[in-house]
């Protein structure tokens, strides 16, 4: 009996070398793609959450500079979190938030290069859009209307639709080209939602160049139904 169970055990024993020997080679490189890969995957997570964590801290002192209207450490602060993470969303939040600081100093130029970065380096689409209508904002403060019309003519995401061509009516007014700035402005009170606010501001730049939208004229009909 004892040599029965020998026998049977020296066989699996036998088929387990066989098994080993033909698929061993390409089960552990498997087994090595795997697991390297799963260490990869980690070792990419962390770097990714480290590079947040690091580039926030920078984001911080970019803001803080911007309240305090330091201009240097808003030039110092910007630059670091540009060179070292430039590719993270809070770099280009942090470029956002050091234009605003310039163009309110007066540093139009610096405001401009910086909402120029957001363009050029942000990862998501709404940043750029955003840096993009400010950086139009910028050139038309500059008398740059030529400028302001090329960026706005640009590709915006849909949402930004309301917006852009509000912001082109802005522009064509500014260059004394009153009926294309009414069709723009038209386009833009059709594209925002009825209950955003900005919708009453472009509703009041049609009011100002004589064309009624249609809550000025319901409010006219009811004026005049009293």
Do not use: C
């Not at 540093?107 to 970065?117: C, F, I």
């Not at 000025?216 to 009293?226: F, I, M, R, Y």
């Amino acid at each position: 009996m004892a040599t029965h169970l020998d026998l049977e055990e020296q066989e699996q024993i036998d088929q387990i070398k066989h098994f080993w020997s033909r698929w061993g080679t390409p089960i552990t490189a498997v087994l090595v793609v795997v697991f390297g890969g799963f260490a990869a995957w980690n070792g990419w997570q962390y770097w990714q959450q480290r590079q947040a964590v690091q580039a926030s801290a920078l984001a911080d002192a970019v803001q803080a500079a911007a309240e305090a209207k330091d201009e240097g450490r808003i030039t110092q602060s910007l630059a670091d979190i540009q060179s070292k993470y430039g590719s993270t969303e809070q770099a280009a939040q942090a470029a956002l938030a050091a234009a605003k600081a310039q163009a309110d100093a007066g540093q139009l130029d610096a405001a401009k290069a910086s909402l120029a970065w957001v363009s050029e380096h942000a990862g998501d689409a709404g940043l750029k859009a955003v840096a993009q209508l400010r950086q139009a904002a910028v050139l038309m403060e500059q008398k740059d209307l030529d400028g302001a019309s090329r960026l706005l003519a640009g590709s915006f995401p849909a949402e930004f639709a309301g917006a852009v061509a509000d912001r082109q009516g802005d522009v064509l007014q500014l260059q004394g080209k009153a009926e294309e700035a009414v069709k723009a402005y038209q386009r833009a009170y059709q594209a925002l939602d009825k209950q955003v606010d900005y919708r009453r501001l472009v509703e009041f730049k049609l009011n100002a160049l004589g064309v009624a939208t249609a809550t000025t004229a319901a409010a006219g009909n009811t004026e005049t139904a009293k």
